[in-house]
């Protein structure tokens, strides 16, 4: 789990039609695929819902046009070395 990597305590990604058609397209038979999908309905973690309805505590927005490519190692992330 990278969760504390970029601060969060969870990630949350649920699963939505696209999800179902990767796994029809790697070969999970179609009863496989309708267990998942029924689950995931059954439990409310297909699709993320009514996305104007879900209120963050602040956004952020991200000029890809910015970004810098670099690396950084996991043993010092601090030490960041740009690659232009």
């Not at 990597?5 to 397209?25: C, M, N, W």
């Not at 699709?47 to 890809?64: N, P, R, V």
Request: aromatic letters at 8%; charged letters at 25%; proline letters at 7%.
């Amino acid at each position: 789990n990278m969760c504390p990597g970029y601060g969060a305590t969870i990630g949350f990604f649920p699963i939505d039609d696209k999800s179902l058609e990767y796994l029809k397209v790697t070969g999970r038979t179609d009863e496989k695929v309708a267990l998942t999908e029924t689950y995931m309905k059954a439990n409310c973690l297909f699709g993320i819902g009514d996305a104007e309805g879900i209120h963050y505590s602040s956004k952020l927005t991200l000029d890809l046009g910015e970004v810098e490519p670099s690396v950084a190692g996991p043993k010092r992330p601090r030490d960041l070395v740009p690659l232009s």
